[in-house]
């Protein structure tokens, strides 16, 4: 019984390791990730404002955030976005944070 149990325990968590936003972006490290990536960049020229918005993830259960670009622009007061960041945190893919930063004028 403890063999079983032991065997679907590893499965849940390995499952729960390829679910996760960290195991779908860009290189992520199974331990740690702590990355910067370009999002989406557009025709404008680069800005001097700058809109932040999280989303965070939990075990792929429990996934909360408006972590949306016109969000992020408004908040910052941007009508022309030129480009957009995102800075993926995760721990053990299990736990993962993604900041959108949202440049423009």
């Known amino acids: 019984m403890k063999k079983k149990f032991m065997l679907f325990a590893s499965l849940v968590v390995l499952a ?21 990536t370009p999002y989406a960049v557009t025709d404008n020229t680069i800005g001097s404002k700058v809109g932040t918005v999280k989303a965070i993830n939990v075990f792929s259960m429990v996934a909360v955030g408006d972590a949306s670009v016109n ?20 721990i053990l893919t299990l736990f993962c944070i993604r900041t959108y930063y949202v440049y423009g004028e």
């Open 16 to 36: 729960l390791g390829f679910s996760s936003c960290g195991a779908v972006s860009d290189g992520p490290g199974f331990i740690y990730t702590g990355q910067t």
């Open 71 to 90: 969000k992020a622009a408004k908040m910052a007061g941007i009508t022309k976005v030129s480009h957009v960041d995102v800075k993926t945190t995760s």
